[in-house]
């Protein structure tokens, strides 16, 4: 019989639960245990699940002492990774660390020379990658399709409802992930430097809060507010709450209901960042989280075409100045549910580089590499100037 290899997940979170199911359902891995601080989320969503009879552990400690797993998922918010990480590859696990590897370099090296020490597999959370646009964008401008790459236009535009639950959650405090490009963006760094295919070594940035703004706040939560028209009232939407959760009596019980416009954030909700490449290619980075239709686009120029792409309508479009022919490249997944399907993908791809004993194909330098650069655009928003990234930044 094929082996299956046995993984745990660690934070049974929004994130924790997709890799829970998709886990599940694998042929190639059986899911031996849970870890995750609520007790009441771990059991709702297990029954959810119909993993109740799945070994679960309330700290990390307790699940490398006691628990039986190969491999983590660790889908814990971003200022814990590092810690997990480290903990993990000391007990000889492999790891899955989403993005953002870690919040700051120096963290990121740490894991670096932990996995290394250890001799464990580490791949990063960069779905993207896969995603049947990004996966052709890289391949056509990695070959040469386009002449010698010299321009980069990519943008992110998050959805208002999706934008204003990172509002209510964890990910509004910048501390906790090292600022919103980093939480959220790290992905788009990713792709936009695997395009380039070269060391950023230069950045500037600018970014405000200038439409979830504190002074539109009528009550600190939504179950205490009148405003029965208010277009964020908390109804439940963007998050995966326990039974409990919902049903919680009070506001401050309910870990969602903080108001939108609240002052207790300092996360930006527009950005944008220029970053120079050492090989020349100059990068744009446009982000908002108040858009009616989410989707990302990237617009690569290089000296023979340029390429046009869009994760909303799936389609490439590349106009040759060369030949005067414009090609238009279908990218539409079969597999619509996460990241276009890529998380499917992603996943097997971590399962089948420890069974084969491959190295993993989104590694620890694209995740120090993102660090890096978010560490340097969050700098140059705050001081408002250029900020140059040595390339010792990229050693650990
Ligand atoms: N790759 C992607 O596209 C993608 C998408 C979403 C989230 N993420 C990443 O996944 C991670 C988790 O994000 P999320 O949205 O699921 O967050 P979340 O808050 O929904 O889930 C995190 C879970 O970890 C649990 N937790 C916190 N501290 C713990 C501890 N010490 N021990 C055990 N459990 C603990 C929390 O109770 C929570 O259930 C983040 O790093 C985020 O950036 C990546």
């Known amino acids: 019989m094929q082996k299956k290899l046995k993984m745990a997940v660690i934070g049974f979170g929004q994130r924790g639960y997709c890799f829970a199911e998709m886990i599940k359902k694998h042929p190639r891995a059986e899911l031996t245990a849970i870890c995750e601080k609520s007790a009441d989320r771990a059991e709702c969503f297990a029954r959810e699940l119909d993993i109740t009879d799945i070994p679960s552990f309330d700290s990390v400690e307790e699940l490398i002492a006691k628990g039986d797993f190969e491999a983590a998922v660790i889908t814990l918010p971003d ?193 944008v960042a220029l970053i120079d490449f050492a090989n020349g290619v100059k990068a744009t980075f446009t982000l908002n989280l108040f858009a009616a239709v989410p989707k990302r686009t990237i617009c690569v120029a290089g000296t023979e075409a340029i390429l046009y792409a869009d994760t909303a309508d799936e389609f490439i479009t590349i106009h040759n100045s060369l030949t005067g022919e414009t090609q238009k490249i279908d990218c539409k997944s079969e597999n619509a549910s996460g990241h276009g399907g890529s998380d499917e993908v992603f996943l097997s791809d971590f399962i089948d580089s420890i069974i084969e004993d491959l190295p993993p194909k989104i590694d620890f330098k694209a995740g120090l590499s993102s660090t890096v650069i978010g560490n340097a655009i969050e700098k140059a928003r705050l001081t408002g100037s250029v900020v140059e990234i040595p390339p010792e930044d990229y050693r650990w």
């Not at 040469?144 to 010299?150: A, E, I, R």
Request: charged share 25%.
């Open 79 to 271: 200022w814990l990774h590092h810690d997990c990480a480290i903990a993990c590859c000391r007990a000889g696990r492999h790891i899955m660390l989403e993005k953002p590897m870690a919040p700051t370099a120096e963290e990121c090296r740490d894991i670096i020379r932990s996995v290394q020490g250890n001799k464990c597999q580490l791949q990063i959370g960069f779905v993207l990658r896969h995603h049947p646009v990004f996966r052709k964008v890289i391949e056509i401008t990695r070959s040469g399709g386009l002449g010698q790459v010299l321009n980069i236009t990519s943008t992110e535009h998050i959805g208002v409802m999706h934008g204003a639950s990172y509002m209510r959650r964890w990910h509004r405090k910048s501390a906790n992930s090292g600022g919103f490009i980093l939480a959220k963006c790290s992905h788009d760094i990713d792709i936009i430097s695997a395009v380039a295919n070269s060391p950023a070594v230069k950045v500037a940035s600018f970014g405000s809060t200038d439409f979830f703004t504190p002074d539109k706040q009528k009550y600190q939560y939504c179950s205490l507010c009148p405003d029965e028209n208010c277009r964020f009232r908390f109804k439940g939407e963007m998050v995966r709450m326990s039974e409990t959760e919902k049903a919680a009596p009070s506001a401050q019980a309910k870990p969602f209901d903080l108001c939108v416009y609240n002052d207790d954030k300092d996360v930006v909700d527009h950005q």
